[in-house]
């Protein structure tokens, strides 16, 4: 299919799940209802608006995120997660939960927004100057770790259990009960990691001929791994910062839209964009649906939706030789 | 332009890799680097393209440091064709291609009427035009390679930089690859190739520059740099000249660990 049928086709899959997960749920709301005058119309404006907002932006920054993660390290099991940004991100907000129970949200987001900072500053110091993806990927799993067992520590050491509970309901990742206001408070942070994202795009392609002919083909490697630290960071953190984490998206999403577009890591930028949104619009929505007076956790649901299908996507691969 | 090396000393770690080098290239010509595995070749190849650090010394490029070029203005200049072939996704050979106009192109501009003219070039010089469009994991090892030279070609560089080209593959495509650098050559641009094959250096090398453990054996014209006793000298192992060809024989009285 050419690229830009393909996008259209990503447009349009992004609008209809944009529609759907503001008319889905356990009210169903028709086309018909919507307006000022039914009173389901609020449905839609004060609880479906921000969500269907917040899964529009959250699915499009983990895919963009994830296709430039995967370009950069060249290797397709790259996540953004595995920079550490989401664990900092999600400790920040773990440290904020347990220092003050129902601290106002912009303490929340500020608080996750600091573990993301903190992140990239020692990505950046560990690294140092030598731009090497490798050093890059090592540091990320130490700060990933690291944050992952000071997160368990301090939920060890909850002083209730109402506290762990919060805490535990927020790591597992969700889009529920968030306001207008919360949506608006992360958007511009997402806007900006999106925006430095997107210009790494050329850059990317010239590493897919291996790190060093990509520096003699003019690459700064060092200021394209601050921009990816900073990028990530900013769109990460933010995601994090206003819904928990939520995983696979950006792992899986790069794999789906390489058959329809190719391989070229900027090629795959964008509709990994609009693909990553559809999906979490779609699953959010599917969520909402599900049997049962308690949601299931949408960073739960990924997991279990994304395991068996990343496993699939896996097998084939291994059969087409694709990785070979 | 003129492409000199005035004293250049590198260390990788504690070792000394490159130890007070001086040679003028010339263009125009093909410059072949010899030497045992471990002599410095690679490492020379990458201290000319600013890819390591110098510990002192400079490379001199019409004048210029290398190390003090804009990355992109040294990209237009020097084209590097490295050793390993690593492709980590798998794009059309054209697409490839194209990569090698990244230095000349504005970050987010798409490909002009020039670029577009010099990817047709490269890949007619390379013979690749016909399989423009398969992907570069279903290539053929000289295919692939062709399709390699074809993305340094399309950046028009005036130095070729190569890294043992000839590695993996066939002997026709070997020949092949040679006369490819050597016409690089003849159109008055400057190659510059290591080269483990020394019957390929005395086919189609200009001049030889003769590394061991890092020093600078002999620099000049083939002719006179490919002498066996030098050669043996240096490799520790004899040579014979079989025609135009020179062919190791084994170590005299045990003398080969130098050849390790």
């Known amino acids: 299919m050419r690229r830009p049928a393909v996008l259209f ?25 919507w307006g000022s005058g039914d009173p389901r119309w609020w449905i839609i404006v004060e609880l479906r608006l921000p969500r269907a907002l917040l899964g529009l932006a959250i699915g499009a920054v983990l895919g963009l995120s994830g296709a430039v993660l995967q370009g950069y390290l060249r290797n397709p099991l790259a996540d953004p997660a595995l920079i550490g940004v989401s664990s900092t991100a999600g400790l920040g907000a773990v440290i904020a939960i347990l220092l003050g129970l129902g601290a106002p949200p912009l303490v929340l987001f500020g608080s996750a927004m600091a573990g993301a900072a903190a992140a990239v500053v020692l990505l950046a110091l560990l690294v140092g100057r030598s731009g090497s993806a490798l050093a890059f990927i090592l540091a990320g799993t130490v700060l990933q770790s690291l944050a992952g067992s000071i997160t368990a520590f301090l939920i060890s050491i909850a002083p209730n259990p109402f506290a762990t509970a919060e805490i535990l309901g927020w790591m597992m990742g969700a889009l529920t009960d968030r306001s207008l206001e919360d949506v608006m408070r992360a958007l511009p942070f997402m806007a900006a990691g999106c925006a430095v994202l997107g210009v790494t795009g050329r850059s990317l392609d010239l590493l897919s001929l291996g790190e060093e002919t990509a520096r003699s083909l003019g690459v700064r490697t060092g200021r394209l791994q601050a921009l990816i630290a900073l990028g990530t960071g900013l769109a990460v953190g933010s995601a994090v910062a206003v819904s928990g984490v939520v ?6 999403v790069p794999h789906l839209v390489r058959p329809l577009v190719g391989q070229r890591p900027s090629d795959v930028l964008l509709p990994s964009a609009l693909g990553g949104a559809a999906l979490v619009l ?3 929505s599917l969520v909402r649906l599900a049997p049962g007076a308690e949601e299931v956790r949408l960073g739960i649901a990924m997991a279990l939706l994304g395991t068996p299908f990343f496993f699939a996507l896996l097998l084939r691969f291994r059969r087409s030789h694709a990785w070979a | 332009m003129g492409l000199s090396i005035e004293g250049l ?18 263009p125009g010509r093909v410059t072949a680097l010899l030497g045992p595995n471990g002599a410095g070749k690679s490492s020379l190849l990458r201290a000319m393209l600013a890819l390591i650090a110098v510990e002192s010394g400079r490379v001199l490029l019409d004048g210029c440091d290398v190390t003090a070029l804009d990355p992109r203005t040294r990209a237009r200049w020097l084209g590097y064709l ?20 990244a230095p000349h192109r504005s970050p ?8 577009r003219a010099a990817i047709e070039r490269a890949m007619a010089l390379t013979d690749t035009v016909r399989f423009a469009d398969r992907l570069t994991h279903e290539l053929s090892g000289g295919e692939r390679a062709r399709v390699l030279l074809a993305r340094v070609l399309a950046g028009e560089p005036d130095w070729l930089l190569a890294d043992e080209p000839l590695a993996s593959l066939d002997p026709a495509h070997q020949l092949d690859m040679l006369g490819r650098l050597h016409g690089f050559a003849a159109e008055g641009r400057g190659v510059v190739v290591v080269l483990h094959d020394l019957s390929h250096a005395a086919r189609i090398a200009d ?42 024989t084994p170590p005299r009285n045990g003398e080969g660990d130098r050849a390790r």
């Open chain 2, 108 to 115: 987010f501009a798409g490909l002009d009427e020039t670029d």
């Open chain 2, 207 to 248: 001049d030889v520059l003769l590394l061991s453990e890092g020093r600078l054996v002999a620099f000049g014209p083939a002719a006179d740099v490919l002498e066996p006793e030098r050669l043996e000298q240096v490799y520790g192992v004899g040579f014979e000249r079989v025609g135009d060809v020179l062919v190791p």
């Open chain 1, 9 to 33: 086709a990503l447009g349009l899959v992004v609008l209809a799940g944009f529609a759907f997960s503001l008319t889905a749920g356990k009210v169903w709301v028709p086309l018909s209802a």
């Open chain 1, 247 to 252: 995983g696979f998206v950006g792992l899986i």
């Open chain 2, 82 to 101: 490295p050793q390993s072939a690593e492709l980590a996704w798998n794009i059309p050979a054209r697409s490839l291609v194209e990569l090698g106009r």
């Open chain 1, 282 to 284: 779609f699953a959010d």
């Open chain 2, 9 to 26: 000393t590198v260390w990788l770690g504690k070792r000394t890799v490159l130890d007070g080098i001086t040679a003028e290239l010339r």
